[in-house]
């Protein structure tokens, strides 16, 4: 984009993190940390190597599909740029402050969905005044009604969801990452959603999408990453890449 301004640089990232793979069976977690007390049938640690010199610019306005299969190294590229997972080498630069879709809202189980709404408003800096007054528009487009005076723990996984996505698209953000958040509720809430990351990214800010739907990628992005293994495979206009690898998959 020229003359847009950079938001975030990835400059040759490689993301390596480490496992425990364990010998002599399956277990649960308490089973295995008994065995490694013990001095019994030692894990092995090992390496994983999920995100492979990938290097790309992002600029204000841009809304970027990120594109792959499952294991492709999708959520931990978008981990590493809110500065959750540091770079093995290389490096990630960003103007502006990233915002994870579920981490910057301080969602609470104990805690009504109500609760939770105030509460991460001000986590991302809202005033009270603001939260107030955003209140009702974001219980609204959770569309989670009455729920909103229950417990977060009994909420379901999508509803969950909802609302924090709700929350976070509630403040414009300089770099939104979410991370599936679309692939909940019903349709109904899915065209909201992308009319939302819309009106977002023409508020001049950057949004990174990880969705496995190619349609709503394209409804919603002017650009796409594809990652295959953790390898940049293509960057560009969404309509070329999003072709590139539906024909790779349909190839196998």
């Excluded at 093995?88 to 994870?100: C, M, Q």
């Excluded at 990214?201 to 949004?207: K, N």
Aim: aromatic content about 6%; glycine content about 10%; charged content about 25%.
């Amino acid at each position: 984009m020229a003359g847009a301004e950079p938001t975030v640089i990835a400059d040759r990232v490689d993301i390596v993190y480490k496992v425990i793979a364990g010998q002599g069976g399956k277990g649960t977690a308490a089973t295995a940390f008994r065995r490694i007390l013990k001095r019994q049938d030692r894990p092995t640690i090992r390496e994983v190597h999920a995100v492979k010199n990938v290097s790309f610019t992002a600029y204000k306005g841009d809304a970027i599909g990120v594109i792959g299969r499952n294991g492709s190294g999708k959520s931990t590229l978008l981990r590493a740029i809110a500065g959750l997972l540091p770079p093995a080498s290389g490096a990630v630069y960003t103007g502006g402050r990233p915002s994870l879709l579920g981490v910057n809202a301080a969602m609470m189980n104990d805690l009504t969905g109500d609760r939770n709404v105030v509460l991460g408003c001000l986590a991302m800096g809202m005033s009270p005044a603001e939260t107030q007054r955003r209140y009702d528009e974001i219980v609204e487009f959770s569309g989670i009604g009455d729920f909103i005076d229950l417990p977060m723990s009994t909420y379901s996984s999508g509803m969950a969801a909802r609302l924090k996505f709700a929350i976070a698209s509630a403040k414009t953000h300089d770099i939104l990452l979410v991370d599936e958040a679309l692939a909940t509720g019903d349709a109904e809430f899915r065209v909201r959603s992308e009319r939302k990351i819309k009106e977002l990214r023409d508020q001049a800010g950057t949004v990174f999408l990880v969705s496995h739907s190619l349609e709503v990628v394209q409804e919603t992005c002017n650009r796409a990453i594809w990652l295959d293994a953790g390898v940049l495979r293509q960057d560009g206009p969404v309509d070329e890449v999003v072709a590139a690898y539906a024909r790779s998959a349909l190839r196998g």
